[in-house]
């Protein structure tokens, strides 16, 4: 059988792959030839075949039809007002693959809802408000939160469980016209949250391999930092004379706040009890629940609000860290990890960029293939499930 050759433009193999930070030998292992091979393709001595060259469009996350191009599209470089949270609240300098190819897909999902706003005569939404972490104090930022978001304690107090909280705060934010995603491949260690300011769908993204009251935490900081611009903008507003540690210690004091308002943590009567007969870890979890948050930050709460010590806040860390560190080995030996494939893409992309892709394909606008690849490839026979759930 005759050789198939994809005549694709070598600068744009550079290019996808460059734009990922993908090391050459990476990519020849991806489509299975040799570093030497696959550099000739870059220089333009050699051409891939139809089929290596598709396997390399999907790995660097890109169409493949991009790899016929002249030149690369300027609308997909990757954005810089962007901010990332991880376990040690530090923010992540270097760029890992991984995270790469999440940044490129939240980007282009973000570009899909603009274009299918305009294809459907819908005006785009902007998110214009603003506080200066400088000058406002925690207890406004969160009293700002909580208005904009409809958080009253009634509501919290309503919730079943997390999960359903979690739902709750990613449709509220989804009101105001910010997209929130989940990152389904990335590892906690590595990422927790990210968030992107745009005046146009603004952009979040929470681990899901975490906890539901650790997603809610995720979502709270990370609007913490769209709402006071210092995702990687620090320079506009004058925030660079603060460590960047130190605005992510605010950030988390303001999510803290918005979610456990201090009037309602002290009155609440789990609380009450522990204060007239001492201390109970089952309270700690009771409160928690109440709130839809980690023990962590309830204890994290109290000590703010002057309850408790430094030192027995530590001992307390040290101990709810070492529990949950078991119940993740427990939870992770029994789990089978299998999600029906429009639950998994409906996760990932979240109710409003679904919502707005089956409208456009009701409507039309967009071909079966389109929608299909709107949504990360999930096949047609999955729609009426994407359906019922995004219009629930």
Request: aromatic share 10%; net charge positive.
């Amino acid at each position: 059988m005759a050789r198939s050759d994809a005549l694709i433009t070598p600068q744009m193999l550079v290019w996808a792959r460059e734009r990922i930070a993908m090391p050459v030998a990476l990519a020849a292992q991806a489509v299975g030839v040799t570093v030497d091979k696959y550099q000739s393709w870059e220089q333009g001595e050699n051409l891939p075949t139809i089929n290596q060259a598709k396997k390399f469009a999907k790995k660097v996350k890109i169409p493949y039809a991009w790899l016929f191009l002249a030149a690369p599209p300027e609308k997909y470089k990757l954005p810089k007002n962007t901010d990332y949270r991880t376990f040690s609240n530090q923010a992540i300098s270097d760029y890992s693959l991984e995270l790469q190819h999440l940044l490129a897909d939240v980007s282009m999902r973000r570009d899909a809802m603009i274009e299918l706003y305009t294809e459907m005569d819908i005006p785009l939404p902007r998110f214009e408000q603003y506080t200066d972490i400088k000058t406002s104090d925690n207890a406004t930022i969160a009293q700002t939160i909580r208005s904009l978001l409809g958080i009253t304690l009634e509501r919290q107090k309503q919730f079943r469980n997390s999960s359903e909280a979690f739902n709750y705060y990613m449709e509220a934010l989804s009101a105001i016209g910010i997209l929130v995603f989940q990152a389904a491949k990335v590892d906690k260690a590595v990422m927790r949250g990210m968030s992107i300011y745009d005046p146009v769908f603004p952009i979040i993204v929470v681990n899901r391999k975490d906890e539901y009251s650790a997603r809610i935490f995720t979502l709270m900081h990370e609007f913490v930092h769209i709402l006071t611009r210092t995702p990687g903008i620090c320079d506009t507003f004058g925030v660079e004379k603060q460590s960047r540690f130190d605005i992510e210690i605010k950030c988390n004091k303001i999510a803290a706040e918005a979610l456990v308002p201090p009037n309602a943590l002290l009155s609440d009567s789990q609380w009450i009890k522990i204060q007239q007969n001492g201390w109970d870890d089952d309270g700690i979890q009771k409160i928690s629940r109440n709130f839809s948050v980690s023990r962590e930050v309830i204890i994290g709460r109290l000590m703010t609000l002057g309850k408790i010590g430094i030192d027995f806040y530590n001992e307390k860390l040290l101990q709810y860290t070492r529990e949950y560190e078991q119940y993740e080995r427990n939870r992770n030996n029994n789990k089978d990890g299998f999600l029906p494939p429009s639950t998994d893409i409906c996760s990932q992309v979240g109710k409003l960029y679904a919502r707005t892709v089956m409208n456009a394909y009701n409507q039309e606008i967009i071909t079966p293939r389109d929608a299909s690849q709107f949504l990360s490839g999930l096949r047609i026979q999955h729609f009426g499930k994407v359906e019922r759930w995004c219009f629930s």
